[in-house]
């Protein structure tokens, strides 16, 4: 295929970079409209809107848009599970109500409307950032 015509010219690691790099291209389509969703659906939570999370595997063979990183210390990024599939009716022991949190599916309405352009995206998306680092070594 052209992507391995073009891998040829260049060395592993530079070829693995390429790839990482289209990947993210890729998943950031779906992680930007998840953004979208959040900040549309929950009031006030725009500042969370960073916390929708991105990884990229250092083996290249994949990227994963979540909602949970365990990397981060002080993440508030918890409670976006809780917005996204809702939260049942809860009280404390005393019986004061804590409320219900309803479900938005702000993340799985992203992933089910840009799933299929983001891997339409793909293989251009991995072509260019090649072709990109091609033109750098000239």
Same mark, same amino acid.
């Given at each position: 295929?052209?992507?391995?015509?073009?891998?040829?010219? /260049?060395? %592993? =690691?530079?070829? @693995?970079?390429?790839?990482?790099?289209? *990947?993210?291209?890729?998943? &950031?389509?779906?992680?930007?409209?998840?953004?979208?969703?959040?900040?549309?659906?929950?009031?006030?939570?725009?500042?969370?809107?960073?916390?929708?999370?991105?990884?990229?595997?250092?083996n290249a063979s994949g990227a994963r848009v979540d /909602?949970? %990183? =365990?990397?981060? @210390?002080?993440?508030?990024?918890?409670? *976006?599970?809780?917005?996204? &599939?809702?939260?049942?009716?809860?009280?404390?022991?005393?019986?004061?109500?804590?409320?219900?949190?309803?479900?938005?599916?702000?993340?799985?309405?992203?992933?089910?409307?840009?799933?299929?352009?983001?891997?339409?995206?793909?293989?251009?998306?991995?072509?260019?950032?090649?072709?990109?680092?091609?033109?750098?070594?000239?």
């Open positions: 295929s052209k992507v391995n015509a073009l891998l040829a010219a /260049l060395n %592993d =690691k530079e070829a @693995k970079k390429a790839i990482k790099s289209g *990947l993210r291209k890729s998943a &950031s389509i779906i992680r930007k409209q998840a953004q979208k969703n959040w900040v549309a659906s929950v009031p006030g939570g725009a500042g969370l809107k960073k916390e929708i999370n991105i990884a990229v595997y250092r /909602l949970l %990183d =365990k990397r981060r @210390k002080g993440s508030k990024q918890f409670v *976006l599970k809780f917005f996204e &599939s809702g939260t049942k009716e809860r009280a404390t022991n005393r019986g004061a109500n804590r409320g219900i949190i309803e479900a938005t599916h702000f993340f799985k309405s992203a992933v089910d409307s840009k799933k299929s352009e983001a891997e339409n995206s793909l293989e251009r998306n991995i072509l260019d950032s090649i072709q990109k680092v091609i033109d750098k070594k000239k």
